[in-house]
């Protein structure tokens, strides 16, 4: 076995024993096929207000900006699935993958204990972890290292586990196995599409950002558009609907991550609960979770839209 061999054994094991789903690995080069797409996403302004879309543009086609000397994008999915629901069917839905503990903090934590046993186990290697929070397109590097294809919803959808899951990025400077991506296992489907509640995928393999519900309920500031009235599929934070409707979900398994088990009132909030919700209940039930992200004000706003 090659020391390249060696190394990558070693990361890949690494990272099955901190409990990720799987671990794939890429060159670290050019995105070339996606620079046209991304191009062409926000000229058409399917980024919405998300104007940060718009900056560090080269940044985000080319890793080697982020991390001078880079060589290899270790792509990292970690399950967040779970068969948990909230009690009251009237009661405004938030997205699964927020019921626990902020991803941020429990990837991240993650990552740097995988960068630790590198370090311990090969020696210097420099380079960075990243979650969600710097410019690096995490679906089109999972999707390049095998971990799964880009499905007609947009989400990195893979055979054996769905989509259920979060990704997470090495990029290091240490030169790596690189494994293959996978094929597009979409076929003739349309259940995303035909789902979704906003006519956001108004096409395959597109989305329109800006008529997303994740969108409107997170990153939108300002008050939700009056044409997306009755189209919310009572949704207050986040969405589920391309995910749910997905063929391939139905390999999803429940994780075993104790950080994304819900705060024990949460599931159990009444619809009432939820409108009547005061600032104190907030930030109880919603301590270091990722709804804080809208704030208590933007979740109220969201709330009043769907019952108004």
């Not at 799987?22 to 000229?43: H, P, T, V």
């Not at 270790?74 to 009237?90: A, E, F, G, I, R």
């Not at 503990?101 to 590198?118: A, C, G, R, S």
């Not at 609960?273 to 706003?301: C, D, H, I, P, Y």
Request: charged share 25%.
């Amino acid at each position: 076995m090659s020391l390249k061999s060696e190394y990558t054994a070693k990361i890949k094991s690494a990272a099955h024993a901190l409990g990720f789903l799987s671990c794939g690995i890429a060159k670290a080069d050019f995105l070339e096929e996606e620079a046209s797409r991304l191009e062409q996403w926000l000229r058409q302004s399917h980024h919405g207000s998300m104007g940060y879309m718009e900056r560090h543009f080269d940044k985000r086609l080319d890793p080697r900006r982020l991390v001078p000397g880079a060589k290899s994008v270790v792509s990292l999915l970690l399950n967040y699935h779970t068969d948990k629901t909230q009690v009251d069917p009237k009661a405004p839905k938030i997205s699964t993958y927020a019921y626990g503990t902020d991803y941020h903090f429990v990837l991240k934590e993650k990552l740097k204990k995988l960068m630790q046993l590198i370090h311990t186990e090969i020696g210097e290697v420099n380079g960075r972890v990243f979650v969600d929070s710097a410019p690096v397109m995490d679906k089109a590097w999972a999707a390049k290292s095998g971990l799964g294809w880009i499905g007609k919803n947009t989400n990195l959808i893979s055979k054996k586990i769905g989509s259920f899951f979060f990704i997470a990025e090495l990029i290091i400077d240490l030169e790596l196995d690189y494994d293959s991506p996978t094929t597009d296992h979409c076929g003739s489907c349309t259940a995303c599409i035909d789902a979704c509640p906003t006519e956001a995928l108004h096409q395959p393999y597109q989305i329109d950002g800006s008529k997303c519900i994740s969108y409107l309920t997170i990153e939108l500031k300002d008050n939700i558009p009056t044409e997306f009235k009755g189209k919310m599929d009572n949704w207050a934070f986040g969405c589920d609907v391309c995910q749910t409707v997905c063929p391939w979900n139905r390999f999803a398994s429940p994780h075993n991550e104790p950080a994304f088990e819900p705060h024990e009132d949460l599931l159990g909030l009444t619809n009432r609960e939820w409108q009547e919700m005061t600032s104190e209940v907030f930030t109880t039930v919603f301590k270091n979770s990722a709804v804080k992200r809208t704030q208590f004000e933007g979740l109220k706003r969201n709330i009043k839209f769907l019952s108004s």
